[in-house]
């Protein structure tokens, strides 16, 4: 038995010199390839109708030494065993991760066992409640290319054996699209069945609807969409037993008129995914936290209010807070906390998003320069741009902030945390470890 296992561990350590080998030279690729797709394909991470999508910050490619390493650290637990679904305790608070077309060639890196639900973002429809497959110019809609791809149905068949439930989104992100489905009872139903046979199809468990209607929307719309959302539940719980489906609101939606009526939704659907983030966007007129904890007297408001809101009108149960993997920086007046942006332009610069990996790992920012903001408690930092002549600021989250975000998510006893989004982590391990740590 021993000579056995000594044999496994010498198979064990030589596997792995090959993976470093080989990590070595794909890991330029990764970055790279993170490279172009900042460039041409992320998108906002609250694509509100009538709003164009934030640019982009092109991600720095990092020092080979600095991914290789914890992506060797993954994989070698992988080999020894912590993929072994028998042996992956369950979650306590359910953990919910979009899982964009984009980040879709992130998925080596997923922790399935650390995902109790993840809702492919997303596929767009039409005023008849039919899925938008083909574009104006006669190519495949990307988001429904990645929906039915082979990537995807890795993802599936990986989720299957950690029974991580699998989610389609229906996005509805232009007013006109949605009012004209929410006042035509057949394109509803349309919308309805198409999206079982979907589901069915694809061997999946449920939908997230994300209805992101901008402005007050009168009091007929909010009844038909709180009908749209019961019929579905009607439906898909008839179809397919144990199937899920959750509902994407605003932070602001319990303290706000919006499309969503909390109170009567807390009735009918399983869940609602708070997006809480987006605060301060690429707009805003000062720098500030994407996602703050609290602050609310400072930045007027902030997650610990949207919660206490949202209690009063739903149960803990229902709730799962929605946290952002990213952050914003924007170009700024001066080198000060909350500093005033300046408008995006070709001589300043314009505000971006970067993902987590590109906020914690760029290798041109100084750690030593990062700051806390005490208010929102979430981290920040400045630094110069030498190209446009001006300051830059961005704030973010990493693991001090999330780690409060989950403790207040256990004291406030909700449903669970959700992830804004899967991949933006790239392959760095620490926010998993965290995932674990909490929940």
Same mark, same amino acid.
């Given at each position: 038995?021993?000579? %056995?296992?000594?044999?496994?561990?010498?198979?064990?350590?030589?596997?792995?010199?090959?993976?470093?080998?080989?990590?070595?030279?794909?890991?330029?690729?990764? #970055?790279?390839?993170?490279?172009?797709?900042?460039?041409?394909?992320?998108?906002?991470?609250?694509?509100?109708?009538?709003?164009?999508?934030?640019?982009?910050?092109?991600?720095?490619?990092?020092? +080979?030494?600095?991914?290789?390493?914890?992506?060797?650290?993954?994989?070698?637990?992988?080999?020894?065993?912590?993929?072994?679904?028998?042996?992956?305790?369950?979650?306590?608070?359910?953990?919910?991760?979009?899982?964009?077309?984009?980040?879709?060639?992130?998925?080596?890196?997923?922790?399935?066992?650390?995902?109790?639900?993840?809702?492919?973002?997303?596929?767009?429809?039409?005023?008849?409640?039919?899925?938008?497959?083909?574009?104006?110019?006669?190519?495949?809609?990307?988001?429904?290319?990645?929906?039915? @791809?082979?990537?995807?149905?890795?993802?599936?068949?990986?989720?299957?054996?950690?029974?991580?439930?699998? &989610?389609?989104?229906?996005?509805?992100?232009?007013?006109?699209?949605?009012?004209?489905?929410?006042?035509? @009872?057949?394109?509803?139903?349309?919308?309805?069945?198409?999206?079982?046979?979907?589901?069915?199809?694809?061997?999946?468990?449920?939908?997230?609807?994300?209805?992101?209607?901008?402005?007050?929307?009168?009091?007929?719309?909010?009844?038909?969409?709180?009908?749209?959302?019961?019929?579905?539940?009607?439906?898909?719980?008839?179809?397919?037993?144990?199937?899920?489906?959750?509902?994407?609101?605003?932070?602001?939606?319990?303290?706000?008129?919006?499309?969503?009526?909390?109170?009567?939704?807390?009735?009918?659907?399983?869940?609602?995914?708070?997006?809480?983030?987006?605060?301060?966007?690429?707009?805003?007129?000062?720098?500030?936290?994407?996602?703050? &904890?609290?602050?609310?007297?400072?930045?007027?408001?902030?997650?610990?209010?949207?919660?206490?809101?949202? &209690?009063?009108?739903?149960?803990?149960?229902?709730?799962?807070?929605?946290?952002?993997?990213?952050?914003?920086?924007?170009?700024?007046?001066?080198? +000060?906390?909350?500093?005033?942006?300046?408008?995006?332009?070709?001589?300043?610069?314009?505000?971006?998003?970067?993902?987590?990996?590109?906020?914690?790992?760029?290798?041109?920012?100084?750690? %030593?320069?990062?700051?806390?903001?005490?208010?929102?408690?979430?981290?920040?930092?400045?630094?110069?741009?030498?190209?446009? %002549?001006?300051?830059?600021?961005?704030?973010? +989250?990493?693991?001090?902030?999330?780690?409060?975000?989950?403790?207040?998510?256990?004291?406030?006893?909700?449903?669970?945390?959700?992830?804004?989004?899967?991949?933006?982590?790239?392959?760095?391990?620490?926010?998993?470890?965290?995932?674990?740590? %909490? #929940?």
């Amino acid at each position: 038995m021993r000579n %056995k296992k000594f044999s496994f561990y010498i198979f064990t350590f030589v596997t792995a010199v090959l993976i470093l080998s080989s990590l070595s030279k794909a890991y330029n690729f990764e #970055f790279g390839a993170l490279k172009m797709q900042a460039v041409n394909t992320f998108k906002s991470p609250v694509a509100s109708a009538g709003k164009e999508l934030a640019n982009v910050t092109s991600l720095n490619i990092l020092k +080979e030494s600095s991914g290789v390493i914890p992506a060797f650290k993954n994989l070698i637990g992988k080999i020894l065993g912590s993929e072994n679904k028998a042996s992956a305790r369950p979650l306590r608070k359910e953990v919910f991760g979009f899982l964009p077309f984009w980040t879709l060639d992130k998925k080596i890196h997923f922790r399935y066992e650390l995902l109790s639900t993840i809702a492919y973002f997303g596929v767009d429809i039409n005023s008849e409640g039919e899925f938008i497959k083909e574009r104006d110019n006669g190519k495949t809609d990307g988001a429904w290319a990645g929906w039915i @791809s082979d990537d995807f149905t890795q993802v599936i068949n990986q989720a299957k054996k950690y029974k991580t439930k699998i &989610l389609l989104t229906i996005k509805g992100f232009d007013n006109e699209t949605i009012e004209k489905l929410l006042n035509c @009872s057949k394109c509803r139903s349309n919308l309805v069945n198409g999206a079982l046979k979907e589901i069915k199809n694809r061997k999946a468990d449920g939908v997230n609807l994300d209805f992101e209607y901008v402005g007050t929307p009168d009091d007929d719309l909010v009844f038909r969409f709180t009908q749209l959302v019961k019929d579905f539940v009607d439906v898909f719980h008839d179809e397919i037993p144990g199937s899920y489906v959750s509902v994407s609101t605003y932070a602001k939606s319990a303290a706000d008129k919006k499309l969503h009526d909390i109170k009567r939704l807390s009735a009918i659907t399983d869940s609602f995914f708070i997006m809480g983030y987006d605060f301060f966007r690429p707009v805003s007129t000062y720098a500030g936290p994407v996602a703050p &904890l609290g602050g609310a007297e400072k930045y007027g408001y902030d997650l610990k209010t949207t919660v206490a809101d949202y &209690l009063k009108l739903a149960p803990a149960n229902k709730l799962i807070l929605g946290l952002p993997y990213y952050g914003y920086d924007w170009p700024v007046e001066k080198n +000060e906390p909350n500093a005033k942006t300046l408008e995006g332009s070709d001589e300043t610069g314009y505000a971006n998003m970067s993902s987590y990996v590109n906020s914690q790992y760029d290798p041109l920012n100084d750690n %030593k320069a990062r700051s806390w903001d005490s208010d929102a408690q979430v981290p920040f930092y400045s630094w110069f741009d030498k190209d446009h %002549k001006v300051w830059r600021q961005a704030y973010y +989250e990493d693991v001090r902030s999330l780690g409060l975000k989950y403790d207040f998510i256990k004291e406030k006893n909700l449903r669970g945390v959700g992830i804004w989004v899967l991949g933006y982590d790239g392959s760095y391990p620490e926010l998993w470890d965290l995932l674990e740590e %909490k #929940f």
